[in-house]
């Protein structure tokens, strides 16, 4: 059964403090992994897709990076409207479009 | 493009009562899926459409859920009757086939079942 895991729940920072989220998968065949945030009262909004290992994809300050087990998102310098809860989820073969999504992590980032 | 539609945005409703919720996805945008988010749960799939087909219903939690999607434009979630325990927000999202399957989310729905 597939499965994706985060860490950590949660995760408190000071402006300009840079760090990593962890997004593992165990999955049949992966057709693509997918960061998104999303914001309180919100729907969870798209960031990155990244389909191999070795693959990187970035975006002002977020950084995603895939292995065969695992990816990072790294929040380089964040700034208080990084903080956001942070999705990733799978997509694994044969399965018609479907996304296995993880818990989460929330992140705040102070002043 | 307007991006994922969902109304309404907020639904008050009392126990036993129908529940009508409604989506209208991305155009040209070729499946579509229903969430449910809650705190306890997280993010769960409940069904999924490609090109106005169901696919995949496992994620429904029982026979008082049903969803519908007449056109590729429209897709409905309905909850008969309505039970506290359904309270949560209700996510539609859209992606296309032909893409990279990115699912684009709605607002959502916050549900509350008194």
């Known amino acids: 059964e597939d499965q994706v895991t985060q860490s950590p729940e949660a995760l408190r920072l000071q402006e300009g403090e840079s760090s990593s989220l962890n997004c593992s998968y165990t999955v049949s065949g992966l057709r693509g992994l997918f960061w998104y945030r999303q914001d309180p009262g919100k729907g969870p909004e798209f960031l990155f897709t990244?389909?191999?290992a070795g693959e990187e994809k970035e975006k002002e300050r977020l950084k995603a990076t895939l292995t065969k087990k695992e990816s990072f998102l790294h929040i380089t310098a964040p700034k208080p409207e990084d903080s956001a809860t942070y999705l990733c989820?799978?997509?694994?073969?044969?399965?018609?479009?479907?996304?296995?999504f993880g818990a989460g992590t929330q992140v705040v980032v102070t002043p | 493009d307007a991006g994922v539609i969902q109304s309404p945005r907020h639904e008050v409703t009392e126990m036993g009562q129908e529940v009508t919720l409604r989506c209208k996805p991305i155009?040209?945008?070729?499946?579509l899926f229903w969430y449910r988010q809650t705190m306890m749960r997280g993010l769960e799939l409940l069904i999924y459409?490609?090109?106005?087909?169901?696919?995949?219903d496992s994620g429904m939690p029982e026979d008082r859920f049903s969803a519908k999607m007449p056109n590729a434009s429209f897709s409905t979630l309905k909850i008969q009757p309505s039970e506290p325990r359904d309270s949560a927000v209700y996510f539609c999202a859209s992606s296309s086939t032909s893409g990279g399957h990115e699912q684009y989310f709605g607002p959502g729905t916050r549900l509350t079942v008194t």
């Open positions: 459409f490609n090109n106005n087909v169901p696919i995949d």
């Open positions: 990244l389909y191999s």
């Open positions: 155009s040209g945008h070729n499946s």
């Open positions: 989820a799978v997509r694994a073969t044969d399965s018609w479009g479907k996304l296995q």
